[in-house]
C-alpha cells in the first residue's frame, strides 16, 4: 500500500507516440522521447526539501519524511501510473550545433496535476543513464546537485521564473569526475535532484525535429506547449503560431532582465538550456555578481570567448530566440514577422533594462523611455561600477540609505569597495559626481526618502547565493554536515529582507575565495 499518490495527467507520453526501442543504450532516436526507468542506488539519504513545493504538489510533511518519498524521489521505486521517460532535443551548444542531445541525465517520473498550481512534470536528475546519455554516465555529484537545489530555490524567492527543486537526495553510490578536465579525476558523492516544472520542454526541443525536417512533430510539439502551457493564445493557426513566439521573447526578456537585476550569470546559454516557458532552467557552472563585472563568466570551458558572459546574456537570449525562429519557420512560412519579433525583443529588452535600472536607483522615468540624463546615469553607474572592484549587492543596498550629508557619502558606501587601494582621487570624483547628480534625479516628484528606499530595497535582494556561500556549504556537505545548506536555504527564503542573525551572509566575497575553484570559477563537469 502506498500513501503517497498524485493525480497523473501524463499528457506528453500519451500525446506523443514514443522510441520504439525500450532497452537502454546511447542512439538517435526519432521520436520526442523514450521510456527509461531510473536506476536503483545503494543508500539512499535524504538531506534537503522544499517545503513550498511539496505543498504545491499537495505532499504533507509527514508524507515528506517518510520513507516511501525517498526511494520515489532517490529513484528507487515508482507508483503504479508513473511511465518514466527521457525527452529528446537538440540544440546549439557555444554557438555550434550540437544535433541530438536531449535528457542524458533527467528521468520525468511523472506529470501531475495539483490542487492549485496547475500541472507539473516531476523529474529526477542524475538517476542513471537514458538513451540519450552519449558516452556519459547519467549521474549527478553532490556539490552540483546542491548548487541546482540552492539555486532554484534562491531564484524562486527573488522572484525570477525558475524549475524548483522538491528534493535533494544522496545516493550512497560514488561518481567519478575529472572536475577541471585536467587528468584528475576522482570519487565523489552522488546526488539526485527531484525538479519541478510546469515543462521542461527546450528550445532544442523544436530545433531537433525542425534540423531532420519532421515537420509533422515539429507542428505537434508547437501545438502541444500551446495547448498546455499558452492555452490563452487558443487554436493553433499561423497567426497564433506568431504570437507564441511572441510570447517566448517577452518571457524570455523579462526572464534576463531579472537576472541582470540580481547579478545572476547563467554560464551556459545554450539552447539546450533555454526553456520554452521562460524559466532559468539547468543550474551548471552559473554564478552570482561579486564585483561588479560585465565581462565576468563563471564557466570555465567559456573562459575563452566568454560568450555566455554577465553583459551578453541579453544578446545571447536574442541570438537563441533566433535559432528558434528558424526552427519554427515552416509553420509560419513568413520570415518578416518573425523578424520583426526578434527586433522588438532588442527593443524591449533595452525598455525594461532602463526601467528596471531606474527602480535599482529609485529612479522615477519620466516616461516610458529613459531621458538623456536618466540614461546617462545608468550607463555611468556600470563603468563606475567596473572601474574599481565594487560588490554590486552591497552597492544598491547601500545606495539605499544613502546619507544626505555629501561628506559622508564615501564612508557609507565603503562596505562595498574590494581593494581601497584602487579609489584614487580621480575616482573619487567621478563617483562623487554621479552621486550629486544621482541624488537630484532620485529626489523629484515628492516621494518620502523612506518609501525611495523601501522599493529600492524591494528590487535589489540583501542575500543572494555568492559562489563561496555555495563552495562552503558543499564542502561541509561533502563532510556529512549539512547545517550550512539549510541555513542557506534559510536565509535566501527572503532575499531582501535584512534578517539581521544573517548579516555574515551578506557581506563581501571574501579574499581567500577570489581564484577559488567553485568559488570563483566552475567546470561544466558535474
Ligand atoms: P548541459 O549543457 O549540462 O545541460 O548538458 C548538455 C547535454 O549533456 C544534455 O543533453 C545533458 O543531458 C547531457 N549531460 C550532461 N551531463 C551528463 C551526464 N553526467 N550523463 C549523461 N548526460 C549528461
Ligand atoms: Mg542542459
Redesign the pocket.
Known amino acids: 500500500m502506498s500513501d503517497i499518490t498524485f493525480i497523473f495527467d501524463n499528457q506528453f507520453t500519451t500525446t506523443f507516440s514514443g522510441d520504439e526501442v525500450s532497452d537502454n543504450y546511447p542512439r538517435q532516436v526519432m521520436s520526442a522521447y523514450s521510456f527509461v526507468e531510473p536506476t536503483a542506488t545503494k543508500m539512499p539519504q535524504l538531506i534537503a526539501t522544499s517545503a513550498r513545493v511539496a505543498e504545491q504538489l499537495g505532499l504533507t510533511e509527514e508524507q515528506v519524511n517518510s520513507a516511501e518519498f525517498l526511494t520515489l524521489f532517490s529513484g528507487n521505486r515508482l507508483l503504479e501510473g508513473m511511465k518514466p521517460f527521457a525527452m529528446c ?1 537538440g ?1 546549439h ?1 557555444f554557438g555550434h550545433w ?1 544535433g541530438q ?6 528521468i520525468n517520473l511523472t506529470e501531475v496535476r495539483t490542487q492549485s498550481h496547475g500541472h507539473k512534470t516531476l523529474q529526477l536528475k ?1 538517476a542513471g ?2 538513451p ?9 555529484v553532490l556539490r552540483s546537485s546542491i548548487r541546482e537545489f540552492l539555486c532554484s530555490e534562491a531564484m524562486f524567492h527573488l522572484g525570477i521564473a525558475t524549475t524548483r527543486a522538491l528534493s535533494l537526495s544522496l545516493t550512497g553510490d560514488s ?1 567519478i569526475r575529472d572536475m577541471f578536465y585536467d587528468g584528475h579525476a576522482k570519487a565523489e558523492p552522488g546526488a539526485v535532484v527531484c525538479r519541478v516544472s510546469s515543462s521542461f520542454i527546450r528550445f532544442g526541443s523544436f530545433q531537433l525535429p525542425a534540423s531532420r525536417q519532421d515537420l509533422a512533430l515539429l507542428t505537434q510539439l508547437v501545438d502541444y506547449v500551446i495547448a498546455r502551457d499558452f492555452p490563452h493564445l487558443g487554436a493553433p493557426s499561423p497567426g497564433v503560431y506568431l504570437a507564441w513566439f511572441t510570447e517566448v521573447c517577452d518571457r524570455t526578456c523579462s526572464l534576463v532582465v531579472d537576472w541582470m537585476r540580481v547579478g545572476f550569470v547563467h554560464g ?1 546559454m ?1 539552447t ?2 533555454m526553456s520554452i516557458i521562460g524559466e532559468t532552467i ?1 543550474y ?1 557552472p552559473y554564478g552570482w555578481i561579486d564585483n561588479f563585472d560585465l565581462n565576468w563568466t563563471p564557466n570555465t570551458t567559456d573562459a575563452q570567448g566568454k560568450r555566455y558572459r554577465f553583459g551578453a546574456q541579453g544578446e545571447m537570449a536574442q541570438w537563441n530566440l533566433f535559432q528558434l525562429a528558424n526552427a519554427i519557420f515552416p509553420l509560419i512560412d513568413d520570415a518578416e514577422p518573425l523578424q520583426k519579433a526578434l527586433n522588438d525583443f532588442a527593443k524591449n529588452y533595452q525598455q525594461q533594462w532602463q526601467q528596471m535600472m531606474a527602480a535599482k536607483l529609485g529612479i522615477e522615468l519620466s516616461g516610458e523611455l529613459a531621458d538623456e540624463a536618466e540614461l546617462s546615469l545608468f550607463v555611468e553607474v556600470e563603468d563606475i561600477l567596473m572601474s574599481v572592484e565594487t560588490d554590486m549587492t552591497i552597492f544598491y543596498r547601500r545606495l539605499a540609505d544613502l546619507p544626505d550629508d555629501e561628506s559622508l557619502w564615501l564612508t557609507h558606501l565603503n562596505p562595498c569597495f574590494y581593494d581601497e587601494a584602487e579609489m584614487s582621487t580621480s575616482y573619487q570624483e567621478t563617483l562623487h559626481n554621479w552621486l550629486e547628480r544621482y541624488s537630484k534625479l532620485r529626489d523629484r516628484g515628492n516621494r518620502s526618502r523612506q518609501s525611495i528606499s523601501e522599493s529600492m530595497n524591494a528590487t535589489n535582494p540583501k542575500y543572494v547565493l555568492r559562489n563561496y556561500l555555495a563552495q562552503q556549504a558543499i564542502e561541509l556537505a561533502e563532510k556529512q554536515d549539512y547545517s550550512l545548506l539549510h541555513q542557506l536555504q534559510q536565509v535566501l527564503a527572503k532575499p531582501y529582507d535584512e534578517q539581521p542573525e544573517f548579516e555574515n551572509f551578506a557581506g563581501k566575497r571574501p579574499a581567500w575565495a577570489k581564484d577559488k575553484a567553485g568559488c570563483s570559477m566552475l567546470s ?1 563537469s ?1
Open positions: 532535443y540544440g551548444q550540437a542531445l536531449g535528457d542524458g541525465r533527467a542524475g543513464p537514458t540519450y546519455s552519449r558516452t556519459a554516465d547519467g549521474l549527478a561518481v551556459v545554450n539546450d538550456n539547468d551548471g561544466c558535474s
